[in-house]
């Protein structure tokens, strides 16, 4: 059973990491319930303070996430139509991967753009506004993946240091 927890766990990283870029998925409550499997194997000991502290920042992360955004679209005059434009712009990216894997900053920059033109007739404050929506987005996104990298490297930490205890087979 150690084994199953152990591989699934690491399968929840993998789809944690990924989580941070996709909008669909919640990337660290994902990556964080990794974690908890990996705590819940016999051989790992039960330490529920770093379990309890990798959930508070999990939800912290996930919570700031959409707040950082709307502050960054608003502190550069921006609009709902901003955002929505990013995330459409994120979507594009993923579906339709023409600049490759800078699509995924390229596009939902132009999504901003594009929503705040929509909303707005001065093409400078559009830009002013879609550049602190993609901003915001930027940095919602950047403290995703470190948050759940952080749990991947310190998963695999574990996992090393229990290796003998995880991979008896008797």
């Known amino acids: 059973m ?48 770093i379990v309890g502290i990798t959930f508070v920042l999990a939800i912290t992360i ?14 550069f005059g921006g609009t709902k139509g901003g955002m929505w434009g990013t995330m459409i712009g994120l979507l594009v990216a993923i579906f339709v991967p023409i600049f490759g894997p800078f699509g995924i900053i390229i596009w939902p920059f132009i999504g901003a753009l594009v929503g705040e033109l929509l909303n707005k007739a001065n093409k400078k404050t559009a830009l002013k506004a879609a550049f602190g929506s993609f901003l915001g987005f ?6 995703k ?13 574990i996992a090393i240091k229990y290796a003998g205890e995880l991979f008896t087979f008797s």
Do not use: E, R
């Open 2 to 49: 150690d084994i199953a927890l152990l591989i699934l766990g690491f399968l929840l990283m993998l789809v944690g990491i990924l989580g941070s870029f996709l909008p669909v998925l919640p990337g660290p409550p994902i990556s964080w319930v990794g974690l908890l499997l990996l705590y819940l194997t016999k051989a790992v000991p039960d330490n529920w303070w």
């Open 62 to 75: 996930t919570i700031l996430d959409y707040i950082i955004p709307a502050m960054g679209t608003k502190q």
């Open 138 to 143: 930027l940095t919602g996104t950047f403290m």
């Open 145 to 157: 993946f470190v948050l759940t990298v952080a749990y991947a490297v310190f998963y695999v930490y």
